[in-house]
Each structure stands twice: as C-alpha cells, then as structure tokens.
C-alpha cells in the first residue's frame, strides 16, 4: 500500500537550517506529483510547495527563496532544503503525493521546531 | 494569497445533517474545480474526503457529499455519526498555480 515516512525534524535555532525527508513506496514515485504541507501548533494546514514530475516547483509565498524542494527518482524520496528558518515555520511538516489537482496520501508528520 | 474562509465551528445531533462552506475568489474556487476536503482527527494526519469538487475516494462514506456555487464550495455530511467528529479542510488551487487552504472547521457531534 501506499506509505510516505517523514524524516528530518527537530529543534533549530532561528536563522538556522534542516533538511526533510521522505521516503515513499507503494507506487510509482516518478509519475507523481510530490508536496510539502505544514501545521503549526494549534493552527490550519498551510500548502508549502510542490515538485512536479518534470521537476518544476512552486512555493507558498511564506517560504519562496528560504526553502527548496527536491526530489530523487531512484532513490523514491522527496526533499525540502529549509534556510533561514523563522520562529513563524514552526510546524509539523506533512509529506503528500500529489499537488496538481489533489492530495490523497499523507505522511504522518515531522515537527520542526525553530526557537532560541 | 488569503486563506478560504469556513466558519470556525459548526455542530449537529446524530443523524443530522450540517454543512461546512468554503468562500473564496475567483481566482481559486470559483475559477477551478479542483476543490478538496479533508477530515482530520487530533494528532492524525488528514484524510482526502472530496475532490475536484464533489467526487468521493474509494472508502469514503457516501453520506459525505460536495458542491461549488461560484466562489463558496461546499460540504455536506448527512446521518452524523460519533466518527466524524473531526476537523474539516477545504482547498482549492489557484491562479498563481499554488493552493490556498481554509482556517478549518471544528465539527462536534452533540
């Protein structure tokens, strides 16, 4: 079945970096969208980015020239490069497929902490 | 790109019926149908309920329903069960080819 595994999270001191990862299986990564999207404590879903399967990306004005997202065919996996981190990107961080007209599969989230 | 606007909370009896609405812009809802809805429980990550508007994935109970009339979407869940109490997300993509989620609804079943 579909699994999406989220890795990468922990505490960052603000101005800081980390890099996410996820790791896929159950389908055929490469013919996929792949997206990032994120909940702060208490908050709503906000969409952070999507990699289409030609690799052209967008992003969520909140993160666009702090944040980048990647993603490895052969290795099934999917990447946000995160710079700069805010106290304001404190979330936990959500792995989905899809991106281009919907997400139907989830990650279960890794928590990103960004404070002093 | 603002957030879409859904009421904070709504609330209904089992085996009533209630209605959760989306308001956007032209420029999201109202220009596309691609409009999605998601069922979060706490600590759980969100499960697709309704897609491209009014569709339902396989395994989702045919009492949950969607629509779209111009720029405000629309989710309908009839006979309320205990389950679906829940959070609920809309989404829609949007002009700038990003996606713009709702606040979120707080559902309670009483």
């Known amino acids: 079945q579909v699994q999406l595994v989220e890795s990468g999270g922990g505490l960052v001191k603000p101005g800081g970096s980390l890099r996410l990862s996820c790791a896929v299986s159950g389908f055929t990564f490469s013919d996929y969208y792949m997206s990032w999207i994120r909940q702060a404590p208490g908050k709503g879903l906000e969409w952070v980015s999507y990699i289409s399967v030609r690799s052209n990306t967008n992003y969520a004005d909140s993160v666009k020239g702090r944040f980048t997202i990647s993603r490895d065919n052969a290795k099934n996996s999917l990447f946000l490069q995160m710079d700069s981190l805010r106290v304001e990107d404190t979330a936990v961080y959500y792995c989905a497929r899809g991106g281009a007209t919907r997400f139907p599969y989830w990650g279960q989230g890794t928590l990103v902490t960004v404070s002093s | ?110």
Request: with cysteine; charged share 10%.
């Open chain 2, 1 to 110: 790109q603002s957030a879409l606007t859904q009421p904070a909370s709504v609330s209904g009896s089992p085996g009533q019926s209630i209605t959760i609405s989306c308001t956007g812009t032209s420029s999201d809802v109202g220009g596309y149908n691609y409009v999605s809805w998601y069922q979060q429980h706490p600590g759980k990550a969100p499960k697709l309920m309704i897609y491209d508007v009014s569709n339902r994935p396989s395994g989702v109970s045919d009492r949950f329903s969607g629509s779209k009339s111009g720029n405000t979407a629309s989710l309908t869940i009839s006979g309320l069960q205990a389950e679906d109490e829940a959070d609920y997300y809309c989404t829609s993509y949007t002009t700038s080819s990003t996606w713009v989620f709702g606040g979120g609804t707080k559902l309670t079943v009483l």
